[in-house]
């Protein structure tokens, strides 16, 4: 994570700090139209309102490639009720983009007329490359993933494939393949069968095999899948199969047979798939799986930001790129008001605890979870804005509660978990279970942070830290910490403070002794 004083950091945001700006994302997607209504506040956003209708445009478009009058209609009619919740914003505060369908259809001039009576905002139909590259940029926006990413997108028309660095997409298609147009053309009257299934992958395949040697040569080191399909995946593993919610190729072929034993939509029964989504979920399920197949995937994780996201991040320019979660934390930080010099000491007494604590049981998730840790120890004081009483479950809460771009559900939860045990007593089976994280280490991060609160009970900077050893036994269940000579005279407070630690860690069966 980027080290960088917090406190210069807080300081340029406030610097920064303008008045409150309320803006609209709308994607006029093959399926369905999505709006978003944020507002900036302190550098981040905050999403105030989600509306979502399904349309179906796609299958009002023929094989002349225009749109029927009715599919107009079902579209006109969802713009004209977003009209009313936007009602006073300014055109500068709405982006609007059309997708597959719109830029496909011969008529579609006919669409913006019809839309233009009811819809006072300009609509920009994009192109795939475009709808390609908006997709990627809300995939980054909102997730914690760094380095080389590939993001997948299976919309109601298209399919996007995109592979970039960071913020930087490298390589980016859009394909003719959707899971309303293969519904319509391969699961006529909404009938399942094994040889349907079989000849929408295949076409799925043909449409794709060309791109399998570039992407793959190019490689990648996290996967992500955004949009209804693959979060309607995701939610039925989760139900149904494992927790996480990670999509695998075996998961995918467990699904397939499972569903293969129906015979239509109609008698689709899985826990996690919503009934409006019965009818795409077989095309976008062949549609996904011959994705797999064609690049190799091995694991996909599922990414709530997509186009809409991209399209609102790209409604203000002073976003800055380089740590979303750092934008998102300062953010924070700004609106709640915090003590940037405590929570800076807090901070700093964490990396030192952190940096001495070698017995992790998930080693491969270091780097992530001291991300977290370190950000629980700049924010756990949000909630002092309710009451400095009960603050530990006043931030629990806030945190809980906000959306938090850059952290997906796990982190969220192990972030709001740190914060709401920083203090005060607690049970060990109150504690959240991880699919993600071991019991053992999030118990040792809470007590790292614990311990950094502690020791810096004061609020005062006049006595440092940086001299503090800490050992751990093999149980892993006593911790000593090692200080300077006469630290603990000059400092009765924090004494008194760990052997009150001590007395509630032994109703853990744990315990600590100063030095």
């Known amino acids: 994570m980027n080290n960088e004083n917090l406190l210069s950091k807080a300081n340029e945001l406030h610097a920064r700090r303008g008045e409150v700006r309320e803006i609209a994302a709308i994607d006029l997607g093959s399926n369905s139209f999505h709006m978003i209504v944020a507002r900036i506040v302190n550098g981040t956003l905050q999403v105030l309102s989600r509306l979502k209708q399904k349309v179906q445009l796609v299958e009002g478009l023929d094989e002349h490639q225009v749109l029927s009058q009715a599919a107009i209609e079902r579209g006109v009619n969802c713009l004209a009720l977003f009209a009313e919740r936007l009602q006073g914003f300014p055109a500068a505060n709405v982006s609007v983009v059309g997708t597959y369908t719109l830029r496909r259809a011969i008529n579609n001039e006919e669409f913006l ?32 993933e760094r380095g080389r990413k590939f993001v997948i997108d299976i919309g109601g028309g298209s399919s996007e494939m995109i592979i970039g660095d960071n913020f930087t997409p490298l390589i980016y298609e859009s394909r003719h393949m959707g899971c309303v147009s293969f519904a319509k ?47 309607t995946v995701h939610q039925v593993i989760c139900e149904n199969i494992d ?43 062949a549609i996904l799986r011959a994705i797999f197949e064609n690049f190799q995937i091995e694991k996909m994780r599922y990414s709530d930001g997509a186009l809409r996201e ?56 270091i780097d992530e979870m001291q991300d ?40 969220h939860r192990l972030l709001s978990t740190l914060v709401r045990y920083h203090m005060g007593n607690f049970k060990l089976p109150e504690m959240f279970k991880f699919s993600r994280y071991q019991e053992q280490d999030v118990l ?22 940086e001299k503090i050893t800490l050992k751990i036994d093999r149980t892993l269940h006593h911790w000593t910490l090692q200080f300077t000579e006469n630290y603990l005279q000059h400092n009765p407070l924090i004494k008194n403070e760990l052997a009150f630690e001590n007395r509630f860690l032994q109703t853990l069966d744990l315990s600590l002794s100063a030095l």
């Open 372 to 411: 977290v840790l370190f950000w629980a120890a700049r924010l756990h004081e949000v909630g002092i804005v309710i009451n400095h009483k009960n603050l530990q479950k006043h931030s629990a809460y806030i945190l809980y509660n906000t959306e938090l771009p850059g952290y997906d559900n796990e982190q």
């Open 185 to 231: 053309k391969f699961f006529p009257n909404g009938e399942i069968s094994e040889e349907n299934f079989h000849l929408a992958k295949q076409s799925a395949l043909n449409k794709i095999e060309d791109l399998a040697w570039e992407y793959r040569n190019l490689g990648w080191q996290s996967v992500l899948g955004s949009s209804g399909t693959i979060k």
């Open 310 to 365: 991209g399209v609102m991040y790209s409604l203000e320019k002073n976003f800055q790129v380089n740590n979303i979660r750092e934008r998102t934390a300062l953010g924070l930080a700004e609106q709640f008001n915090i003590d940037q010099a405590q929570a800076e000491r807090v901070y700093k007494t964490a990396a030192l605890l952190f940096g001495q604590y070698h017995h992790w049981q998930s080693p491969e998730l």
């Open 444 to 465: 040792a991060l809470i007590r790292i942070l614990r311990l950094a609160i502690i020791l810096n009970r004061s609020r005062q900077a006049t006595e440092k830290t």
């Open 243 to 285: 927790p996480n919610g990670t999509i695998t190729a075996a998961r995918l072929d467990q699904l397939i047979q499972q569903t293969l034993q129906f015979s239509h939509f109609d008698q689709l029964k899985f826990s996690g798939l919503n009934h409006d989504r019965a009818d795409v979920f077989v095309p976008g399920l």
């Open 113 to 144: 007329r019809q839309a233009a009576n009811v819809f006072p905002y300009p609509i920009n139909i994009i192109s795939g490359k475009t709808e390609a590259k908006t997709i990627y940029a809300g995939v980054c926006h909102t997730q914690p």
